[in-house]
């Protein structure tokens, strides 16, 4: 055993020697102290635990529109389930209309500050919280009996006192009657919903969401999930079945999550039999409103009013859309066990790229995002158009995208699809999957993001999609600002959150799909992770958990630099030695000859930048019998001798500058022309984070050595990946330019 040891020791001598020069980081460290530890709610595999709950909340709601004072008001009743082990006294609800009044963090804000001259849009941010009388009004909130429920409002959270507290198990009812001023949406940045006004004509299209007081996720780790709304952190909510009765001028069209219930009273009887043939059309979109309908109803205003029902089951929010101005297409897509019908809703100012796109893209979502996780479940799945910006909501989605006098650039196109197959991709995260986006942006952005830009990839090749590379310019940025990716939604950069929070992660997940696990194992390990979390509510530690657990693949190393650090890939070739055995026997005094060259060679600092200088020898020679241990058969030295002669055999260097540990590729490119590709995995970086020495026996003769040639890791600086250092010496002869 001594023995052993001893070789052992000897064995690992140069490996410590070396990690010594720069402290031992951790990087392959458990990550178990930054995450939250297991519990018999959430389990140490990443799933579900056997105490796992949740709360439920049901609406009944009943809401009005007046189109002339663009005042929407309701009543609802909300069946509330407590499904904790805990009492509750009070409940917390969500009141998002209240963040464009006057004491919103956003107020004050000049927009890139007070400047000679400001643009009038930018300058009615100023004013315009003073003169709006934005946010919601609570008329009342009464228990069952009817009984005035004690209620206090912290901008936009609402804190009701119930009158007797709500045991584990039990469930309550209340009604609360509310209204509020809808906004115009081009007055308000990062508007999410509200009017659009179309002078031309003296329509509206609007865009209703966050517009009913909603209940706040209470849970195990957050207990109620109520940090202020802040326009850039998103939103948490609990499941439900709802059931919406709107009231709207009577030519409007209503486009809604959930299925309508009474076609029979909306909708004319063409529209009614269009529809019916849409359910049966499942290659092309049936138009229930052409554009030249849509046009004339746009030229009369209704004064009366009409009432669309709608039914929702299983959903965490409710959102819709009504205008006048509606064109609607719809086409039915086959699931396993039941039909969804794909459908736009657009006003003629969107044609004709909507009509020839959008419920195409819708379809598109609906079939990778599938396949990639579970089975769409809702009966409609519908992008409606507006001017800009993308946003997501059970079963409907507010789209931007549109062209000018009909014409749309190839860009603007490409941009309007994925803005389209994005936000009906948030369907799965976070309708369904159900995070938390008022803290973890990114675990809704980012992994619908993955999946939105394999859509691209997959159903519009033409188009341009993210992959390692397009990140490089941001992980490159300034170190300063940036924040790692596990950063609450609110206290990330408005010029950085795209970035930060979508690409990055996005980025992340193709690495270990397509360079780290394995593009079958890891679909597997995504499609479980989904599976496990469907309407539920996951936190990061069970997406890192059921990563690895699904694939036995400790990925710790990767959580814990690409999400909870700023550092970036930048590994350097730095060296390259060449050499062969030699092919006859040498005499001891030529052994001890080649050993003092190859020890001066190294404590000299002449180190080659090329191949010219040929190969250096080695000598092979005979293994001393206690090498052998305890083994009492013996190398044939002759026959491996044989299998090296005139072999190349490449040392390579490379050291981690970026601080990220990766995979490593590392291309050959031989002098014939051909080439070849040796992949690595990240855990070489164990035992020295700095630096790695690896060696290869290659039969051709190398030209070229070339790290991450495909471009898998984000790699920053592309310039130090090859040997020879021909592009990095031009690169430090331009900076020695520049400095004299
Ligand atoms: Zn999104």
Not at 166 to 191: A, C, H, N, V
Not at 254 to 259: E, I
Not at 304 to 325: G, I, L, Q
Request: negative net charge.
């Amino acid at each position: 055993m001594k023995r052993i040891f001893l070789i052992l020791n000897l064995l690992f001598l140069p490996l410590l020697i070396n990690a010594q020069k720069q402290p031992w980081q951790g990087k392959f460290e458990p990550i178990d102290n930054l995450i939250t530890p297991p519990s018999t709610y959430r389990t140490a595999s990443g799933a579900p635990g056997r105490d796992y709950w949740q709360q439920r909340a049901d609406y009944n709601i009943k809401a009005s529109l007046d189109e002339k004072t663009k005042v929407l008001s309701g009543e609802e009743t909300i069946t509330y389930y407590n499904n904790s082990p805990d009492e509750l006294t009070y409940v917390w609800m969500q009141l998002e209309q209240n963040v464009n009044k006057k004491e919103g963090e956003s107020f004050g804000d000049a927009f890139g500050g007070v400047r000679d001259s400001i643009s009038s849009l930018n300058m009615q941010y100023l004013t315009r919280a003073i003169e709006f009388p934005a946010g919601h009004t609570i008329k009342y909130v009464k228990n069952a009996s009817g009984k005035d429920l004690k209620t206090l409002v912290n901008q936009t959270m609402m804190k009701v006192f119930l009158d007797s507290p709500l045991k584990s198990g039990e469930t309550t009812q209340f009604q609360i009657s509310w209204s509020y001023p809808i906004t115009d949406r081009s007055m308000f940045m990062l508007s999410r919903e509200g009017y659009e006004y179309f002078p031309k004509d003296d329509n509206a299209v609007f865009l209703i969401a966050h517009w009913f007081p909603r209940m706040c996720v209470y849970n195990d780790t957050e207990g109620w999930q109520n940090k202020q709304f802040r326009r850039l952190g998103e939103f948490a909510l609990e499941f439900g079945n709802y059931d919406v009765e709107i009231t709207v001028p009577e030519d409007h069209v209503v486009a809604s999550t959930g299925s309508l219930q009474n076609e029979d009273q909306v909708l004319s009887k063409q529209q009614r039999k269009r529809l019916d043939e849409a359910k049966k059309s499942f290659d092309t979109p049936v138009l229930i409103i052409t554009p030249e309908e849509a046009l004339k109803n746009e030229q009369s205003k209704s004064s009366k009013m009409k009432t669309w029902k709608f039914k929702a089951e299983n959903v965490r929010d409710f959102a819709w859309a009504t205008s006048r101005k509606f064109i609607w297409d719809a086409q039915a897509h086959q699931f396993s066990d039941h039909v969804t019908m794909a459908m736009s809703f657009y006003p003629n100012e969107g044609l004709p790229v909507w009509e020839e796109e959008s419920t195409k893209a819708v379809v598109a979502a609906l079939e990778v995002y599938s396949e990639a996780t579970f089975e769409y479940p809702y009966p409609v799945a519908i992008s409606v158009n507006t001017s800009n910006i993308g946003m997501e909501f059970p079963m409907i989605s507010f789209n931007g995208g549109r062209p000018k006098n009909g014409k749309i650039s190839d860009m603007a196109k490409a941009g309007m699809i994925g803005t389209i197959i994005h936000e009906v991709g948030h369907n799965w995260f976070p309708m369904i999957v159900s995070s938390d986006e008022r803290q973890w942006m990114w675990m809704d952005e980012g992994l619908n993001t993955f999946l939105h830009q394999r859509t691209v990839a997959e159903k519009y090749p033409q188009f341009s999609h993210t992959t390692p590379k397009s990140i490089v310019p941001f992980m490159n940025g300034n170190q300063d600002i940036m924040r790692p990716i596990m950063t609450s939604s609110d206290n990330e950069l408005l010029t950085q959150f795209g970035a930060n929070f979508y690409q990055k992660p996005t980025v992340g997940l193709q690495i270990l799909r397509n360079s780290v696990i394995g593009k079958e194992l890891f679909d597997q390990a995504f499609k479980e992770y989904a599976n496990r979390w469907k309407y539920k509510h996951p936190n990061p530690a069970d997406l890192f958990r059921t990563l690895e657990d699904a694939t036995a693949t400790d990925l710790d190393w990767f959580w814990r630099g690409w999400f909870f650090t700023t550092d970036k890939t930048d590994m350097e070739l730095s060296q390259v030695k060449w050499f062969r055995v030699e092919e006859k026997d040498q005499n001891i005094e030529d052994q001890q000859k080649k050993t003092k060259i190859q020890v001066e060679g190294q404590d000299t600092k002449t180190v080659a930048t090329d191949f010219s200088g040929g190969p250096e020898m080695i000598t092979m020679t005979e293994t001393p019998d206690n090498n052998y241990g305890g083994f009492l058969s013996r190398l044939d030295e002759t026959q491996i001798r044989n299998n090296l002669s005139g072999k190349n055999i490449y040392e390579v260097t490379i050291k981690n500058v970026g601080g990220l540990v990766m995979p490593v590729t590392i291309e050959w490119q031989y002098t014939d022309g051909s080439s070849e590709t040796d992949r690595l995995p990240a855990e070489i970086w164990r035992y020295n984070e700095y630096e790695i020495t690896k060696t290869f026996v290659k039969d051709k003769e190398v030209k070229q050595v070339v790290l991450d040639p495909n471009f898998e890791f984000a790699d920053v600086e592309t310039a130090n990946n090859s040997f020879p250092k021909t592009e990095e010496a031009s690169q430090f002869d331009k900076f020695k330019e520049k400095k004299n």
